[in-house]
């Protein structure tokens, strides 16, 4: 065993705890701007140190109903059925076999299993836990992908489980969330409430404090959501980067899983269940370039061609030959 043998998952593990410690940052940042926007929205609308309350007592109430009920509420809003353990489909016997082969390499306990009837070929994982957790898969990637590649896409997920990647992006994605519904509310109540807060600013003698207070309210309603979502996106790649890497841990072989992350982007075929909420949790983006709903500031997955050539690396220095 060579000495870079010997350090490759030391390495891993290094890394997994180094995302680990950036994601916690990115989830304090969020916090902060959550905070931070309540605040500054609740002296700009009269409610003062209140404000401030309800926009953390928001956040703790949807993060805690996401925590526990997240993984149910993206399941049924991806139309996604579970595979009963005990009764397998011949159709997904492959698929069931595979999950547990790299749930045993991983020393994860055995997820739920879902499948999503939809030609485009696609796969996510999420749960709050190891221990409570659940891989989803297309019947399209059942169908068009080879057991090598299949390996690749399972061992991906898996890697997402073990690095607790699914409990960041529920957490992330709730608070986020909470800062897009708080923004919308304020700039809705600055629509409708603007004439009666006008009066009532003269009755106080608000001066230009006041009014200075809410257009930094306003600016900040208009920002945060965009902050919110970069981090979004920030956590996103750099868990799926990492990910890819940790399948090769699992499945020993770049190859299968560079092979399906080719298959899967180049299919014409669009996940027509997959939203803006839900897009990150994907192996590869199922919102396609040429759709409409597809423009946006940024995406929430590395380049196709980067993972892939990441992948190849590893692949020579394993010394195999790279996917053609």
């Known amino acids: 065993m060579t000495v870079e043998t010997r350090l490759a998952p030391t390495t891993f593990y290094r890394e997994?705890?180094?995302?680990?410690?950036?994601?916690?940052?990115?989830?304090?940042?969020?916090?902060v701007i959550l905070g931070l926007l309540g605040g500054v929205i609740g002296y700009a609308s009269g409610f003062g140190w209140g404000g401030v309350v309800m926009a953390l007592v928001l956040a703790v109430v949807m993060s805690v109903g996401t925590f526990f009920a997240g993984d149910a509420l993206v399941m049924a809003t991806s139309g996604a059925r579970e595979i009963d353990p005990m009764k397998v489909p011949e159709r997904y016997r492959e698929f069931v076999n595979v999950v547990e082969e790299m749930r045993l390499a991983g020393g994860l306990p055995r997820p739920r299993l879902w499948v999503i009837e939809d030609s485009a070929p696609n796969a996510f994982a999420t749960g709050r836990d190891p221990d409570h957790a659940s891989v989803a898969v297309t019947t399209g990637l059942l169908d068009k992908l080879d057991r090598e590649q299949l390996q690749g896409v399972i061992?991906?997920?898996?890697?997402?489980i073990g690095n607790l990647d699914i409990r960041f992006t529920l957490l992330v994605g709730v608070l986020v969330g909470s800062i897009a519904l708080l923004a919308d509310w304020f700039l809705r109540f600055t629509y409708w409430g603007s004439g009666r807060r006008s009066s009532s600013d003269s009755d106080r003698g608000g001066g230009g404090a006041m009014a200075l207070l809410f257009v930094l309210a306003i600016v900040l309603a208009v920002v945060a959501p965009l902050i919110g979502r970069l981090v979004q996106a920030a956590v996103s790649r750099t868990r799926e980067s990492l990910a890819?890497?940790?399948?090769?841990?699992?499945?020993?072989?770049?190859?299968?899983?560079?092979?399906?992350?080719?298959?899967?982007?180049?299919?014409?075929?669009?996940?027509?269940?997959?939203?803006?909420?839900?897009?990150?949790?994907y192996i590869v983006n199922p919102i396609k370039s040429f759709e409409e709903r597809a423009k946006s500031l940024w995406d929430t997955h590395p380049p196709i061609g980067e993972r892939i050539r990441a992948l190849e690396n590893i692949a020579g220095r394993m010394g195999m030959s790279p996917p053609g």
């Open 244 to 281: 890819d890497a940790t399948a090769v841990e699992l499945t020993r072989n770049p190859v299968g899983l560079a092979r399906a992350l080719r298959t899967i982007s180049d299919d014409p075929d669009v996940l027509e269940v997959a939203n803006r909420a839900t897009q990150h949790l």
């Open 155 to 160: 061992g991906h997920e898996m890697s997402h």
């Open 16 to 31: 997994i705890a180094r995302n680990r410690r950036r994601s916690w940052f990115l989830v304090a940042i969020v916090v």
